[in-house]
C-alpha cells in the first residue's frame, strides 16, 4: 500500500509546474486570489461557474514558474488582465519571454487592460466568447 507522501505527490494539481517551484508559488497565488484588481474580479464574476459556454476557469493559476490571471485547461486558453505596470518598457520583455513560454505549451494568451474589463465588458465577452466559440464549432 502506498503511503501517505506517495499519494499526495500523485493527487498534485496538474499545473505543468514542477513541484519546488508551484511550492514557492502557491501562497503568492492564493494571496493574489484573496485581494484581486477590480477589474480580475468583474472578470472573475463573468467566467466563474462555467458561465462561458461551459468552461471552466482557473484564477491566479500557476503553470511552470508564472502565475497566470486565468486559466482554462480544456481550451488550452490564458486570460491576463494587464494594468498599467504592463505599459513599462521594462515589463515587455517579461511579458514578451512569458507568452512565448505559453504558446510553446500549446497555450493561446489573450490579453486586455483593465480599462477593457472595466469599461466595455460587453466588448471583452464577446471576444471570449467567439475564442471560445471556435472551439466548440470545431
Known amino acids: 500500500m502506498a503511503d501517505r507522501k506517495t499519494i499526495q505527490a500523485r493527487s498534485k494539481p496538474n499545473t ?8 514557492n508559488i502557491k501562497s503568492l497565488s492564493r494571496h493574489m486570489r484573496k485581494n484581486p484588481t477590480s477589474a480580475e474580479d468583474i472578470l472573475w464574476q463573468l467566467i466563474r461557474k462555467k458561465q462561458m459556454l461551459g468552461f471552466r476557469f482557473r484564477r491566479q493559476y500557476a503553470i511552470d514558474r508564472f502565475i497566470v490571471d486565468f486559466y482554462c485547461p480544456s481550451a488550452k486558453l490564458v486570460i491576463e488582465v494587464d494594468g498599467e505596470v504592463h505599459d513599462l518598457p521594462e515589463r515587455a520583455a517579461y511579458d514578451a519571454e512569458r507568452r512565448h513560454y505559453l504558446e510553446s505549451l500549446g497555450i493561446t494568451v489573450l490579453r486586455f487592460s483593465n480599462e477593457q474589463i472595466i469599461g466595455s465588458r460587453n466588448e471583452v465577452l464577446m471576444k471570449l466568447n467567439n475564442w471560445l466559440s471556435q472551439l466548440t464549432s470545431a
Do not use: L, P, Q
Request: no cysteine; aromatic share 12%; charged share 50%.
Open 16 to 23: 505543468h509546474t514542477k513541484r519546488e517551484i508551484y511550492d
